[in-house]
């Protein structure tokens, strides 16, 4: 699932999601377990009230999208994220780049090359290895 809108001038899970969808995917990979739509609202609601058929559209509409899978329960819904955030997030970031690299190519890795200035050693130890595995399999 590929999530089309990113949103350069936002942050964290805010660049896939709209403000709700965000909060909602943050709370249900926290707990990482089924959630109803009251448990999500009644989360939310910590922070600010929010309306149940509000979070149950939101909910609806992350399931359309492919993020959210929706099982009966009983006479309730439940509902948990497709992937993990941390498989989300790999699987946007690697979509990302390939989309990035067939369009502007090595404009990109110029540019990514120059953003490691602000990295850590480990990073750029970890490409180093990454470029010698692809010399090799050349």
Do not use: C
Request: glycine share 4%; proline share 1%; charged share 35%.
């Amino acid at each position: 699932m590929l999530i089309r809108k990113f949103k350069m001038k936002e942050s964290g899970l805010n660049r896939f999601f709209g403000p709700l969808e965000a909060k909602i995917m943050d709370i249900l990979w926290n707990v990482e377990k089924e959630m109803t739509i009251k448990d999500v609202q009644f989360e939310l609601e910590k922070e600010k009230s929010t309306n149940f058929n509000t979070v149950m559209t939101v909910m609806n509409r992350l399931v359309e999208k492919g993020i959210l899978r929706k099982k009966t329960v009983g006479r309730s819904s439940v509902y948990a994220p497709v992937q993990t955030r941390e498989s989300f997030l790999n699987e946007q970031s690697k979509e990302m780049t390939h989309e990035l690299m067939d369009e502007f190519g090595t404009v990109v890795v110029s540019h990514m090359l120059d953003a490691l200035e602000d990295v850590d050693e480990d990073l750029v130890s970890k490409l180093e290895q990454k470029i010698k595995e692809l010399k090799k399999e050349k």
